[in-house]
């Protein structure tokens, strides 16, 4: 009856453990950060017909910006969106889920994020 008791401890401790992880993790991500747009570039995002045998690839742009630590693409969420971001401008962003919030010199925007990375590490003057 005591392994049981005690099998039932560590597995309720482990999952304890795994809940607060993923509880500092969802915190973290709805904090706001900074970090800059480093690039842009236009990817397809899906076509459109254009009649019955043409379609027509359509085009958005993806957004690479970096914090301290990561590597965030985003894109437009809606078509509407098309005003172009300066590119090495700092932004102010807060992660929720699948979506980033930021401002851009004082505007706010908010885009689905479609991938992420580990930024690169910075090179020193002593690693070249």
Known sequence: MK??????????????????????TAAAKDKEMQ??????NSVPCGSEAKGKKQT???????????????????RQEKEAHKEM???????????????MKFKVNGKGYEM?????????AATSPANH
């Open 35 to 40: 970090g800059t747009i480093v690039s842009e």
């Open 85 to 99: 971001l300066p590119v090495n401008a700092p932004v102010e962003l807060t992660l929720s889920k699948d979506k």
């Open 56 to 74: 027509m690839q359509l085009m958005c742009q993806e957004y690479v910006i970096r914090t301290d630590t990561t590597e965030y693409h985003v």
């Open 112 to 120: 689905l994020v479609v991938s992420e990375s580990a930024a690169p």
């Open 3 to 24: 392994k049981k008791k005690t099998k039932t401890l560590l597995v309720m401790a482990a999952l304890g453990l795994g809940m607060t992880a993923l509880t500092m």
